[in-house]
């Protein structure tokens, strides 16, 4: 009866909007301080380039970004008026949806400003001691000079990459299934084969190009002394990566239901046939994206090659940096890296989609 | 004439006895219908016959061919006893006609036209035709279940062995499955079927097997164990069914 009575009470008398204003103060303020520490980051910025005109548009437009959060928290008050203005009507209901929208508008406001904050941070921060910074690693001379020979020698690294993701690819491959063999006979297989990755996913790979590079011409190893640097980088590279591949391997086959196994196996197809048209199949469309993330990995190791006296794309900037006392050829190698793996992962992602609606998964 | 013969078949999961000690003789043209309780071996009989699980002890025969123990071309015995699953278990990567045709062109050596001809004609039968580019993730359980058994029988077997195969269905599209197996059952194929649905036991069964405790516990015509349960445990099996309304 009691506790009856107390809902119809509640029910009756909706609870009052929460106050809007301390929130909109705080906001107003710090979008405030935000805008004046970008404006002096830009005027730091300003005084460092001298710019021409064309480029001091430039600056007073990123100015006026640096204003937009002012607007929200304006706005905020604007709602707080209005929320106590419904109150003071007894509209309930529409008073706690101003002062919704005015917390909304208040924390859209702080959002915007802190983010203004961290790239007014960064502006400074290139702009310190003079500029130095940006002279040091962003000279437009040095990016035009050296742009040309950094790609040329970039060439290599993409030939590397390639040609060691295509190999880790089978040879990943091949020691997951080692791995997996079943039954007694495929024991020291196994053994094998989880020695394998213990070993050469344990050896940083910058040690495992420098024995390959040198200790295999020092040997005079049949075969592989009448090699290509280019070639032993291949080999070095799909020796480390085959081994996380394995592994990424080994976790997709794993993955798929027994139940497939099972499916398969009774139709007769042997555990051979079943591991190659029903298991591998599956598994390798699920380790797509972890096998993006080594081969990115891959990619990247490409820049050690130089240990073993190839000059690749990064051997190449650091010659030309010291030759100029400048870094600018190194972010020329950095941004190169960059580009490459964008459109990668974009593929990628298509590639998942495209499989999605192609078998009809949601 | 006796077609497949199981001879006091043992088998345990570790220390698990599963089954302990079922025998069954089955002949041509015959269905017979498993029933019981969960974990009252259906499943495991199922998976042993068809060599998925190895057996302890005991002796499985189909067509007078010993296919239990060591040394027996189980990839063979399988093109010879077809099994369906409860989850279906197609291959989701595959469309609707690679899933039924992957058998017969990989293990019975057709050409990959003949197969999907002979396929097409299967799955018209089972009213799929027209979703033979689908893919299995596109398709209702239903749809899927018919799938799975027109693959099963795309490598002709010479029994089918079909597991809950209505377990995981809608209620409104188990109507659609069993119809198929009525089907074939008319058409004298040999089927052993571990099931819940007493009713079509009761219709297409010519001989049923209660299982309790992984034994045959009785078995005889769907008369017999329907209408004049010999064993206790039968009466009581059945009276759980009967107040659940699936009988």
Redesign the interface.
């Known amino acids: 009866m009691t506790s009856g009575a107390q809902t119809e009470e509640v029910a009756a008398r909706p609870t009052p909007p929460q106050r809007v204003l301390p929130t909109a103060v705080v906001a107003l303020l710090v979008a405030v301080l935000c805008a004046l520490a970008a404006g002096l980051a830009l005027w730091s910025l300003h005084r460092m380039l001298e710019p021409p005109a064309g480029v001091d548009a430039l600056l007073v437009a990123l100015a006026l970004v640096a204003l937009l959060p002012l607007v929200p928290a304006v706005r905020a008050f604007g709602d707080d008026r209005r929320r106590a203005r419904h109150l003071a009507a007894g509209r309930l209901a529409p008073a706690r949806h101003e002062a919704a929208s005015g917390r909304e508008h208040a924390h859209t406001a702080m959002g915007y400003a802190l983010a203004v904050l961290v790239c007014a941070g960064l502006v400074w921060f290139t702009t310190a001691n003079d500029g130095a910074i940006t002279t040091t690693f962003l000279r437009w001379e040095f990016l035009r000079s050296s742009f040309a020979n950094v790609l040329d020698a970039f060439w290599i690294n993409v030939e590397v990459a390639v040609g060691a993701q295509l190999l880790v690819l089978v040879v990943g491959l091949v020691v997951a299934v080692m791995r997996l063999l079943p039954g007694r006979a495929g024991r020291p297989l196994r053994w094998l084969a989880i020695a394998y990755v213990d070993t050469f996913r344990a050896i940083p790979s910058i040690i495992t190009l420098y024995l390959v590079g040198f200790g295999l011409k020092l040997a005079q190893v049949p075969f592989f002394k009448d090699l290509s640097p280019v070639w032993l980088a291949i080999i070095a590279l799909t020796l480390t990566y085959s081994s996380y591949v394995a592994e990424v391997y080994r976790a997709g086959i794993e993955s798929i239901h027994p139940?497939?196994w099972?499916?398969?196996?009774?139709?007769?197809?042997?555990y051979g046939?079943t591991l190659r048209?029903?298991i591998v199949?599956?598994a390798v469309?699920r380790i797509v994206p972890p096998l993006l993330n080594d081969f990115i990995g891959l990619q990247k190791d490409t820049a050690l090659i130089g240990v073993m006296g190839v000059t690749d794309a990064f051997a190449q900037s650091r010659l030309t940096a010291s030759n100029v006392f400048n870094l600018t050829p190194v972010i020329v190698v950095a941004v190169l890296f960059v580009l490459i793996t964008i459109p990668q992962a974009r593929y990628v992602d298509r590639l998942l989609a495209k499989e999605q609606i192609?078998?009809?998964?949601s | 004439m006796t077609f497949l013969e199981i001879h006091d078949v043992h088998k345990s999961y570790g220390e698990h006895e599963v089954l302990r000690g079922v025998s069954l003789e089955v002949a041509k043209h015959e269905v017979v219908c498993l029933i019981g309780a969960s974990g009252s071996g259906k499943s495991t009989l199922l998976?042993c016959i068809?060599a998925?699980e190895p057996i302890q002890s005991g002796e499985i025969r189909v067509a007078g061919d010993v296919v239990s123990g060591l040394g027996v071309d189980?990839?063979?015995l399988?093109?010879n006893v077809?099994?369906v699953?409860q989850?279906y278990?197609?291959?989701?990567?595959m469309s609707v006609l690679r899933n039924v045709t992957?058998?017969p062109v990989?293990?019975g050596g057709r050409s990959r036209a003949e197969a999907e001809e002979q396929a097409l004609a299967l799955l018209d039968r089972v009213g799929m035709k027209d979703k033979a580019g689908?893919?299995?993730?596109?398709?209702s359980g239903g749809q899927q279940q018919r799938v799975a058994i027109v693959?099963?029988l795309a490598?002709d077997p010479q029994v089918l062995l079909l597991d809950e195969i209505t377990a995981a269905l809608d209620p409104e599209l188990v109507g659609d499955v069993l119809a198929i197996v009525r089907e074939l059952a008319q058409d004298g194929l040999t089927m052993l079927l571990a099931t819940h649905e007493m009713g079509f036991a009761r219709d297409v069964a010519s001989q049923v097997c209660f299982l309790h405790e992984g034994r045959i516990l009785e078995r005889g015509t769907p008369a017999q164990i329907f209408e004049d349960p010999q064993e206790d445990r039968t009466r009581q099996f059945l009276a759980r069914v009967l107040a659940s309304g699936r009988l």
């Open positions: 139940s497939q099972a499916a398969s196996r009774s139709l007769g197809l042997s046939m048209t029903v199949p599956q469309r192609r078998t009809g998964r | 998976r068809n998925l189980v990839n063979r399988r093109r077809g099994m699953f989850s278990n197609l291959f989701p990567h992957l058998a990989r293990v689908a893919y299995p993730d596109a398709l693959r099963a490598s």
